[in-house]
Structures are given as C-alpha cells and as structure tokens.
Nanobody, 120 residues
Framework: VQLQASGGGLVQAGGSLRLSCAAS????????MGWYRQAAGKQRELVAI???????NYADSLKGRFTISRDNAKNTVYLQMNSLKPEDTAVYYC???????????????WGQGTLVTVSS
C-alpha cells in the first residue's frame, strides 16, 4: 500500500492550498483517512480525519479554515486549506487506516509528506 501526497508549496498568508493524497496497492477497505502535520522542532499533530461515511474530526484550532473530504471511489483524501497563516507552515502527512484484504488486521499507513510554506 502506498499513499502519494501532492499539492504542497509556497503561498502567501491569507492564501489557499489544496492537498491531495491517493492510496494505491492492495486495499480491501479504507476505514479512515486523514492529515497530520509536523512543523520544524515540533511533534506531529492531527489536522483532520474523515471516516468512510464522511464523519470528520478536526484540530480545534483549524476548524473553519481547513476542510477535509474524500473520494471513496478513488481512495483519495483532500485537504482544502484557506486563510493560511505562517504558523501553518509544516510538512503535511496523509494517513490511512485500512484493511489490505478481507481478513487482514487493521493497519496504518503514512504518505511521504508534502511541505507547505506560508510566507508573511
């Protein structure tokens, strides 16, 4: 299973970016998909997660600016980031909790990370 993230880059404060992450490989069912971020010198933190049915959970500080969505048919999760701030600068990692086959145990996978830099 591979998670391929894209969409990061440099943006000015107040701007927007949309991240995408596609899962591929041996996948029976993806239970949850999400985004985490890690700023320099800080621990990785939750940004948002979304279930197969569309239930979402956000970091409190990001509610209202970030929106997570997914396309189950494409095994893809998106993160729309608006009103970006310099403190949003970080490497953003996508995450998936899934079953590789019907009788497989739940397993967690991570993408390679995509850098988001917000200039002031």
């Amino acid at each position: 299973v591979q998670l391929q993230a894209s969409g990061g880059g440099l943006v000015q404060a107040g701007g927007s970016l949309r991240l995408s992450c596609a899962a591929s490989g041996s996948i029976f069912r993806i239970m949850t998909m999400g985004w985490y971020r890690q700023a320099a010198g800080k621990q990785r933190e939750l940004v948002a997660i979304i279930s197969t049915g569309g239930s979402t959970n956000y970091a409190d500080s990001l509610k209202g600016r970030f929106t997570i969505s997914r396309d189950n048919a494409k095994n893809t999760v998106y993160l729309q980031m608006n009103s970006l701030k310099p403190e949003d600068t970080a490497v953003y990692y996508c995450n998936a909790g899934l079953l590789a086959y019907a009788t497989a145990p739940w397993s967690e996978y991570w993408g390679q990370g995509t850098l988001v830099t917000v200039s002031s």
